[in-house]
Every structure is written in C-alpha cells, then in structure tokens.
Nanobody, 120 residues
Framework: VQLQASGGGLVQPGGSLRLSCVAS????????MNWYHQAPGKQRELVAT???????NYADSVKGRFTISRDTAKNTVYLQMNSLKPEDTAVYYC???????????????WGQGTQVTVSS
C-alpha cells in the first residue's frame, strides 16, 4: 500500500490550497484517513481526520478554515485549506488505516509529505 500526497506549494497569507492523497496497492477497505503537519523544529501534529462514515474532526487551530473530505471509490482524501496563515507553514502528511487482507487487521500507512509554505 502506498499513499501519494500532492497539492502543496507557496501561497500568500489569506490564500487557499487543496491537498490530495491517493492510496494505491492491495486495498480492500480503508478506515480513517488523516492529515498531519510538521513544522520545522516541532513534532508532527494531527490536523484533521475523517472516518469511513464521513465523521470529521479538526485541530482547534484549523477549525473553520480547513475541510477534510474523501472519495471512497477513488481511495482519496482531500484537505481544502482556506484563509491560510504563516503558522500553517509545514510539511503535510496523509495517513490512513488500511485493512490488510493477509493479516486480517488494519495497518497504518503514511504518505511522503507535501510542503506548504504561507508567506508574502
């Protein structure tokens, strides 16, 4: 199973970006899909999560500005980021719990990260 994140870049404060993350490989079903970010010198933090039923949860710092969504048929999770602030600058990682048909349990997988820089 591989997770491929894309959509990062440089944006001015107040701007928007949309991140995407596609899961590929031997996938029967995916439970939660998540976005984390890691700023320089800081620990990786959970930004947003969405369950298989579409229940979402957000870090307080992004509530009202970011929206997580998923396309189950495409094994893809999105993060729409609006009203971006300089403190949103970080590498953003996608993460998913994917059912392993050989081990008959969920395994957690990480994508490679995509850089988001908010600066004027």
């Amino acid at each position: 199973v591989q997770l491929q994140a894309s959509g990062g870049g440089l944006v001015q404060p107040g701007g928007s970006l949309r991140l995407s993350c596609v899961a590929s490989g031997s996938i029967s079903r995916i439970n939660s899909m998540n976005w984390y970010h890691q700023a320089p010198g800081k620990q990786r933090e959970l930004v947003a999560t969405i369950t298989s039923r579409g229940v979402t949860n957000y870090a307080d710092s992004v509530k009202g500005r970011f929206t997580i969504s998923r396309d189950t048929a495409k094994n893809t999770v999105y993060l729409q980021m609006n009203s971006l602030k300089p403190e949103d600058t970080a590498v953003y990682y996608c993460n998913a719990d994917v059912f392993n048909i050989h081990e008959l349990r969920y395994r957690n997988h990480w994508g490679q990260g995509t850089q988001v820089t908010v600066s004027s």
